[in-house]
């Protein structure tokens, strides 16, 4: 990935814990670094296809002064965002807040606090089999449209499938999501929680008929796992209304730990099948 760097930008604010702070204000500065494609720009040497490095600044300016912060780390999240959401072209930053001034009664050059956020890739799996089916998906993928950390870019087809795990009930209707996200993958999961809780999601019977159910499938290349969150999701090999909205959303798509493709994974699930 190629680099726009930004470095020692001042800007005079008001961020600090102590009264004199926040009254009288002080300088910062901001080092930054943009991850970028710049191929594009380079051969065509058109604006457009570029990002406006003055702009990025003017954008940084209003981020440190729109509101006064406690934590120069607040700060520093709130430039990142400003950044990666408002310059589609930009896909993560490194942003370095530098505080000269700080009150520290101890001879130092700058105090400062670094960051690194991107844009994540994820993969969404949606069901339902209880009341408005429908109606419970679309309020799920209208919610992830509406949220300010999330670009909703895909869905795939919904399809009819059968149940899962050999609980005796009524037919789902699957499929799966493409967004890109600001949001770490517990960040994630507790949103996705949320709407669950909002359709009135329960939990009674493991692999039971639910009215909502939505699972992280993918989230970038990443390989995790604690007591509340598997990445990739677990046994998705095994499943094809995982298997085939994956397969049309993104048939090349490779596992990170089985290194096979959502084509290859699918056929292989349905040979076995036979």
């Known amino acids: 990935m190629d680099e726009i760097r930004i470095d020692n930008l001042m800007v005079r604010a008001f961020h600090g814990v102590y009264d004199d702070e926040k009254e ?51 700060a520093a999240e709130h430039v990142a965002e400003d950044i990666l959401t408002g310059f589609p072209l930009i896909k993560a930053v490194d942003i370095e807040i530098r505080k000269p001034e700080a009150p520290v009664p101890m001879e130092f050059e700058s105090i400062s606090v670094k960051i690194h956020r991107a844009w994540h890739d994820v993969y969404i799996a949606f069901g339902s089999n209880m009341g408005d089916s429908e109606g419970y998906i679309d309020d799920a993928m209208q919610a992830l449209r509406d949220h300010d950390k999330i670009v909703f870019l895909d869905e795939s087809t919904r399809i009819k499938t059968k149940p899962y795990g ?19 993958q517990h960040e994630l999961l507790d949103y996705l929680h949320e709407l669950e809780a909002h359709a009135n999601r329960v939990r009674d019977i493991h692999w039971g008929p639910r009215t909502l159910d939505l699972d992280i499938i993918f989230y970038d290349d990443m390989v995790y796992e604690d007591d509340m969150l598997v990445i990739p999701h677990i046994d998705m090999e095994n499943r094809d209304f995982v298997l085939i909205p994956m397969c049309e959303l993104a048939p090349y798509l490779r596992h990170p730990v089985y290194k096979k493709t959502m084509r290859q994974m699918l056929r292989e699930l349905e040979r076995n099948s036979k």
């Open 166 to 184: 050999g609980v005796e009930q009524d037919d789902f209707l699957n499929g799966v999501c493409h967004i890109k996200t600001l949001l770490t």
């Open 24 to 74: 009288k204000g002080q300088r910062f500065y901001i080092n930054a670094v943009l991850y970028t494609d710049t191929r594009t720009a380079g051969v065509t040497d058109e604006l457009e296809a570029s990002t406006d490095y003055g702009q990025v600044c003017s954008t940084i300016g209003k981020s440190m002064t729109r509101k006064n912060y406690n934590l120069i780390e607040t």
